[in-house]
């Protein structure tokens, strides 16, 4: 096998091993010499053997691997002499630099010892001056020492003679402390004499530290007295050996009390929203947010609770209990003032005051974690604000649609259902900018507490927007009537007093859904990934907080239920004054038709009534007029129609029911009509679906009952008044002429004789309404 296959880090070792062997001061630290047919990197060994190595590389390679070994060898041999070369110019140089450096430290201590025998002698000479300068003055030393310590007593007993007096002016002044300084410094004293020389000072003293003692318990308990003074005099009683711990509970409930003063009130929030408000005073918290006479309080409050750890040191656990009560206050407070409608400017202020008095509380008394207490309890308050703020919105959008409820003198002067719909836009895309507005307030402002709540914001904002439309939803649903299971809504129910009123408030909601969807949705979704883009505190489990492709499917759906709702409500006022007029008169003895009934102009009135609604809320649509021809079986007029004409022709029972069969055929060869087709939120679309509606229930009521000639008479005449003024409302002519033809069908099947009026007398009966209209109302247009 050919040395090729040994890499290059296998050599360097090798040869590392080499110059270790070679370098090595204890021969048996090599290892152990390889069996005698060893491998062939046991040239290394000391115990190596040429021949055996030799034969074994003749044995186990070729020729030109035996060359290529030879050529290996020959370079590492010269490298190896290479290193041993560098290695013994190293230590070369090694050995000349240790060899000068021997020589300048021999030249440099030549003169030391001379030296230093000088200097031991001046010491020497120093010792023997200094001893007898003491010698001489130690008399003198000694008295001197005695006289002042002579003195110092002397000043000791003059202060003891003294107290009393000094006592009584600290007393006067009021200087408590020094009074008790001076006692403390003298009390040595007293246990040592004062039943022998100085028994009368001491009794002076103890007098006086009497009234000291009940002058600093009187103002312990003085409620005048600042927390602070009050602190200072329990620690000098303590001071005087007076005991404390039994007024514990009594200064602790004091403290408690103190609470009271600190918490915010209604004015103070008041006070702190008119200066939040003020642009030119916004983030200038010490100036403008905080009151002046707070934030001294809070102040005194802090110092009392690092008096009390000093006088008290095991009141800690009460102490945190009294700061977290003051901050749980705070916030219930807030709780309560975001109820109300304010501004984000006006909850800054509110939490910058109690983020300054946590912060304040927290230096002395870190223990209690006041920042992340007030943290969890910052999340109650901001997220009933949130909540607050969307419910304020949906209060403001239910006033809107208030606007609906109005008197019928006002409604026909005005435009009331557009006025609502107009509002109730502006407070559904104006008020939802101004809530995010509001809200990115929040985001922006630097207070630590907001800064730590920012992901939770955006998760609340979207979660609250998701709630408010489905919230939103639901109210539609109450208002329009649909939702009959819950409670009505108090505010708008009692406030309609028609049903006019209503069903043109279920319209207003029908397009207000629509514009919700189309427009709202949309601009709102714009500005909550511009402004409120990440949180993600609610888990990505949970699903997106705002799925605005979710809140536009249910107000499209809710756009279409209360479109049918709508139209479904006029068609049921329509079929009530229809039910009345089929059900009251006795069509078996109805007499000859003298006019168009009544019912006509109700009929009109109602669709009138319908027009005008919708074109203050609906727009206009394509105009599309289905029509049609003569070979659909259309009779556009009296005189024109072949099967009335072919009617009018026969005289006899038996004529007429043979053109019931004749019609039943011709039917079968009418071109179909579509009757009822997907409704559109256009005006013709509205108004069209409930005039077949109201046809169709026109027919099945004429269906119930049983006509003599004169009852099928007055229908005819009845129906071909309602031609003209149908057509002209509605976009479905064709539809219109096929559902007042069936109705003529139905009570020609229903009639006992079928003998239609001759086309003269119902011309002339029509004229005669229509002159009568005109002079009822001459400027009608």
Known sequence: MGTDDVPLDDKAKRMRDLLSSFYSPDPSSTPNAPSKHGALDAINTNSFDADQYMNLLVHKSNLEALLQRHVEMAAEIKNLDTDLQMLVYENYNKFISATDAIKRMKSNIVGMEANMEQLLDKIMSVQSRSDGVNTSLFEKREHIEKLHRTRNLLRKVQFIYDLPARLGK????????????????????????????????KK????????????????????SESIQARAEAA??????????DSLKAKLLEKLEQSLGGLQLKTDELENVTVDSTDPSKQGKVSDSILTAPHEASVREFAEAICAYRVIFPDSEKQLISLAQDLVIKHFEMTEQYVKRRISSANLLGVLRTIWTDVLLMDEVLCEAVLPDFSLEAAQVAVKQYVA??????????????????????????????????????????QGSMDVLLDFRQLLDDDLGLLVKLRDFIIDWVQEGFQDFFRALDDRFLLLSGRNNSTSQDNGLTEGTHSEKVIAGLV??????????????????????????SGGGVRGYENGPAFVPGEICRIFRSAGEKLLHHYINMRTQRVSTLLRKRFTTPNWIKHKEPREVHMFVDLFLQELEAVGSEVKQILPQGLLRKHRRSDSNGSTT????????????????????RSQLLETHLAKLFKQKVEIFTKVEYTQESVVTTIVKLCLKSLQEFVRLQTFNRSGFQQIQLDIQFLRTPLKETVEDEAAIDFLLDEVIVAASERCLDPIPLEPPILDRLIQAKLAKSKEQNPIAP
Do not use: W
């Not at 020094?178 to 009368?200: L, N, R």
């Not at 209060?395 to 409604?411: F, G, T």
């Not at 319209?507 to 409120?532: K, Y």
């Open 388 to 429: 607050s703020t969307f419910s304020h919105l949906l209060q403001d959008i239910r006033d809107a649609l208030l606007k609906v409820n109005i008197s019928p003198k006002e409604a026909a002067e005005e435009f009331p259902l557009q006025v609502a719909l107009e509002a109730s836009k502006k407070a559904v895309l």
């Open 170 to 201: 600290c007393i006067k002044s009021e200087a408590y402390a020094d009074a008790v300084k001076f006692y403390t410094g003298a009390m040595p004293i007293f246990k040592a004499y004062g039943d022998s020389s100085f028994q009368d000072c």
């Open 235 to 244: 620690v000098l009683l303590k001071q005087l050996d007076i005991p404390v």
């Open 507 to 532: 319209l207003v909601l029908a397009q207000l859904s629509v514009f919700i969807e189309q427009t709202a949705i949309p601009r709102i979704t714009e500005e909550i990934a511009a402004s409120f």
């Open 637 to 656: 007029s009296s005189r024109s129609n072949p099967l009335r004409d072919d009617k009018m022709s026969r005289s006899n029972t038996h004529r007429g």
């Open 204 to 223: 002076a003293s103890e007098e006086a530290v009497a009234i000291i003692v009940k002058n600093l318990q009187r103002k312990l308990f003085s409620d």
